[in-house]
């Protein structure tokens, strides 16, 4: 089976702290993806990765950016927390796009909360 | 970017169908369309995925009419572990990245 690690499920910082969420898959996917969720909203899409070391914007970039260096392992950085940022994070993986193969793999969510 | 439109929320009772219906009316000849599953405090799970007319697999079917500008989710006899959030997504092939968007998908209640 896929695997979507997050390294936390729960984390409280405080406002101004950098704050770094990591995300690891084991299936040798070349995408990686950071989206947050909140109530009313839906997922939006951070950050996206399609090889090491290369990054897209999404639809909600600012106050964030990515790190990936190895192809397993997907970074999401904050560089100065703010409570706007309070959130669940949720990272994904898949493969390129292929035909009728464009699933996501999901991990379990990272619950940030900034005070 | 195609974008999705589909009901806030449903109820059902346990042993019914349950069909959901997604309008994407700005699909793309390359799009795929993908149904996610989730549940409270989990990541999304892929349920089904198609191009066009009919697909089924051992959770859901998946109907697309001709034109693609809708799509309908099938659950065939719900139970109350079904209750979720249920996203219709139109894949983005923009640069190959397989990028996805999210609605705010339909809210399934299934009652005893």
């Known amino acids: 089976d896929v695997k979507v690690t997050q390294s936390s499920r729960y984390l409280v910082k405080r406002t101004g702290e950098k704050v770094f969420l990591e995300c690891v898959q084991d299936?040798?996917?070349?995408?990686m993806f950071w989206y947050r969720q909140d109530p009313g909203l839906g997922l939006r899409l951070i950050y996206f990765?399609?090889?090491?070391?290369?990054?897209e914007k999404g639809d909600i970039p600012e106050g964030y950016s990515v790190s990936r260096e190895k192809k397993e392992r997907f970074s999401l950085i904050l560089e100065s927390a703010s409570t706007n940022q309070t959130s669940m994070y949720l990272c994904?993986?898949?493969?390129?796009?292929?035909?009728?193969?464009?699933?996501?793999?999901f991990g379990p969510g990272t619950r940030l909360t900034v005070t | 970017l195609a974008k999705t439109t589909q009901p806030i929320s449903m109820d059902s009772y346990e042993g019914q169908e349950v069909n959901i219906t997604c309008s994407h009316n700005?699909?793309?000849?390359?799009?795929?369309i993908t149904w996610y599953q989730q549940f409270p405090s989990q990541g999304p799970r892929f349920i089904i995925q198609?191009?066009?007319t009919k697909v089924t697999n051992e959770v859901a079917s998946l109907f697309i009419p001709a034109d693609r500008k809708s799509s309908t989710l099938s659950l065939p006899r719900v139970s109350l572990s079904d209750t979720a959030v249920y996203y219709c997504?139109?894949?983005?092939?923009?640069?190959?990245?397989?990028?996805?968007?999210f609605g705010a998908g339909t809210r399934l209640a299934v009652h005893p």
């Open positions: 198609g191009y066009k």
């Open positions: 990765s399609y090889d090491v070391k290369m990054k």
């Open positions: 700005n699909i793309a000849t390359n799009d795929y």
């Open positions: 997504l139109v894949g983005d092939r923009s640069g190959g990245y397989n990028k996805l968007i």
């Open positions: 994904a993986s898949s493969f390129k796009f292929r035909e009728g193969a464009n699933e996501q793999y």
């Open positions: 299936m040798d996917h070349e995408n």
